[in-house]
């Protein structure tokens, strides 16, 4: 009867990830572009927390822009060469997997140094942060990566999440008692 519990609440818990994960196109209606003000993508970036399971959606003109995996020294001084990945085919859709910071930018000219980058940090559905695991998965050929992030705080979403990682660290306990 234990085993079935446990069977149960670990389904439960995959389908609660899956269910409050927050999809986000970046830059909203500017989408991913070279944007007039360089700090645009950090001020968008800076009302939301990501979190693992969330989804980040690249839109852009294929040819004109890109969208590459960096490091954070590759971040902060817009290196181009030699990134973790690069997607070249819109829309890149990026499923957030690991907790910690990740850093996108594009690789076209000096768009970087115009601000058409992105830094997050992805924190885990208890919303407590953690290293990251490392790296991004295409998810397919030829197009997106797949990372995790979480709700819009103040979203819909973000409020179930909250509830959500309450009733998840409820059920936890209540099977490790078992």
Not at 57 to 68: I, N, S, Y
Not at 117 to 134: D, E, M, S, Y
Request: hydrophobic share 40%; charged share 15%; proline share 6%.
């Amino acid at each position: 009867m234990a085993g079935v519990f446990k069977t149960v609440t670990c389904m439960f818990l995959v389908l609660a990830a899956v269910v409050f994960a927050e999809d986000y196109d970046v830059g909203d209606d500017t989408e991913w572009a070279r944007p007039n003000d360089p700090k645009y993508y950090a001020t968008w970036a800076a009302s939301k927390t990501f979190r693992v399971g969330d989804e980040l959606e690249f839109d852009f003109t294929a040819g004109r822009h890109d969208v590459a995996v960096v490091t954070k020294d590759a971040y902060e001084n817009c290196v181009k060469e030699k990134p973790l990945s690069v997607m070249m085919t819109p829309p890149v859709k990026i499923i957030l997997n690991t907790t910690g910071p990740q850093y996108y930018i594009c690789t076209f000219g000096d768009h970087c140094r115009f601000g058409q980058k992105l830094a997050i940090n992805v924190v885990g559905a208890g919303g407590a942060t953690t290293p990251a695991a490392g790296g991004t998965t295409p998810t397919t050929p030829g197009a997106g990566t797949t990372t995790t992030t979480t709700p819009t705080a103040g979203s819909a979403a973000s409020t179930l999440g909250g509830s959500a990682s309450f009733l998840v660290a409820f059920v936890s306990a209540v099977v490790a008692l078992f």
